[in-house]
């Protein structure tokens, strides 16, 4: 017998308005930094209350870079004045940003050893009352939320500054991203 997983349930309903949650969406090219943090500023406009970004990739990717300009975005429209000093959380694992729509919370979950751990940095609060930006998601294993944005940033070897992003989402991160590409291309 055939095993029934969500992708087959997917297939066999012929549902195809509703791609499973792993869908690629898109693929970006990120030829220096400023195109980072003009990806960061695309997704701040598009987030919402409960949104959780999980940002994937190697050392040095580019995770915090984006987290970083993605905050800044929101801390200005939230305050007007220039974003406040925006730390790594690498070691305090994670940093909580007062902005607006929602509070940001900004973890890096490489340091954990055990997924529950992160129940004492918040994490409950951060998914009912927030925008999670979790770097190093794969720690969490099953308690990544199944509703997210996946960044995966990868460094290409053409130059030391060229990155790609990989966006995966489900249906409706799908339709926000088209939303806003259409928007851009008439504008
Ligand atoms: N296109 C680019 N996008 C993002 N960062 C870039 C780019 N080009 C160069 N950089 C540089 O690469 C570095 C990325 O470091 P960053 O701390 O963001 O990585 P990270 O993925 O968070 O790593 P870690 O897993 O150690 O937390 C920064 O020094 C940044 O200035
Ligand atoms: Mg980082």
Known sequence: MIPVTDRTLWVIT??????????????IRLPDEAATVALAGRLARLAVLGDVIALKGDLGAGKTALARAFIRALWAAADG??????????????????????TVWHFDLYRIKDPEEVYELGFEEALSGGIALIEWPERLGRLLPRHRLEVV??????????????LYGDAAWQARLSGDRRQAGSG
Do not use: K, W
């Open 14 to 27: 012929g549902a195809m308005t509703s791609p499973p949650a792993d869908s690629l969406l898109e693929e």
């Open 81 to 102: 004045a220039p974003a406040e000093e925006i730390p790594s959380p690498t070691f305090t694992l994670v940093q909580v940003y007062d902005c607006q729509p929602a």
């Open 153 to 166: 940033l990868e460094q290409l070897p053409d130059g030391p500054r060229l990155r790609r992003a990989r």
